[in-house]
T-cell receptor, first 114, second 115 residues
Framework: AQSVTQLGSHVSVSEGALVLLRCNYS??????LFWYVQYPNQGLQLLLK??????LVKGINGFEAEFKKSETSFHLTKPSAHMSDAAEYFC????????????FGTGTRLTVIP | GAGVSQSPSNKVTEKGKDVELRCDPI?????LYWYRQSLGQGLEFLIY????????KSGLPSDRFSAERTGGSVSTLTIQRTQQEDSAVYLC?????????????FGSGTQLSVL
């Protein structure tokens, strides 16, 4: 069975501090991995994705994530938080299991403290 | 349109009434998803349409929920005899072909409140 676990439903960081949002997945087959972001009063949009190749992927707004197969993780990081990063972040995994193949985590709400 | 369009943006209804939520995917996208977003629950998969294939209805929480997609484009999610626990944001998304590595484009959602 496939699942996605996001540790920490709420994360607070100071402006300028490192952002680390954790995502672990379980999958019996190699997955594709995604991070989506939902800014206040907006729809979800893709932040970045890992499909194949380089395990460190870069996304929009200075975010990046590293696929670590040995740890079944795909943590999202940003070196320096900005006030505009305050949003809800969702990790998702896509595997070939049948018709529906995309599974989302429960989300992490990021608060940036000035 | 340029993006995924959902209507209405807000819907308030009384318990026991039926509601219909509409989704207009991006033109040419063959895959369409419905999700439900509740506080603290993340995105709960409801139903998935891909082209002319039979939809994956495995996420529908009860037989009060149904969805259809006419002509491979517009989709309607219907909730019959609404209950208070149905209150949530209902999100629609589409992708070009439903491929494993494809980006989903989301609408802004319909906020459903059942009184």
């Amino acid at each position: 069975a496939q699942s996605v676990t996001q540790l920490g439903s709420h994360v607070s960081v100071s402006e300028g501090a490192l952002v680390l949002l954790r995502c672990n997945y379980s999958s019996s087959v190699p997955p594709y991995l995604f991070w989506y972001v939902q800014y206040p009063n907006q729809g979800l949009q893709l932040l970045l994705k890992y499909t194949t190749g380089a395990t460190l992927v870069k996304g929009i707004n200075g975010f990046e994530a590293e696929f670590k197969k040995s740890e079944t993780s795909f943590h999202l990081t940003k070196p320096s938080a900005h006030m505009s990063d305050a949003a809800e972040y969702f990790c998702a995994v896509s595997v070939q299991t049948g018709a529906n193949n995309l599974f989302f985590g429960t989300g992490t709400r990021l608060t940036v403290i000035p | 349109g340029a993006g995924v369009s959902q209507s209405p943006s807000n819907k308030v209804t009384e318990k026991g009434k039926d509601v219909e939520l509409r989704c207009d995917p991006i033109s040419g996208h063959t895959a369409l998803y419905w999700y439900r977003q509740s506080l603290g629950q993340g995105l709960e998969f409801l139903i998935y349409f891909q082209g002319n294939s039979a939809p994956d209805k495995s996420g529908l929480p009860s037989d009060r929920f149904s969805a259809e997609r006419t002509g491979g484009s517009v989709s309607t999610l219907t909730i019959q005899r609404t209950q208070q626990e149905d209150s949530a944001v209902y999100l629609c998304a589409s992708s070009l072909a439903g491929g494993l590595n494809e980006k989903l484009f989301f609408g802004s959602g319909t906020q459903l409140s059942v009184l």
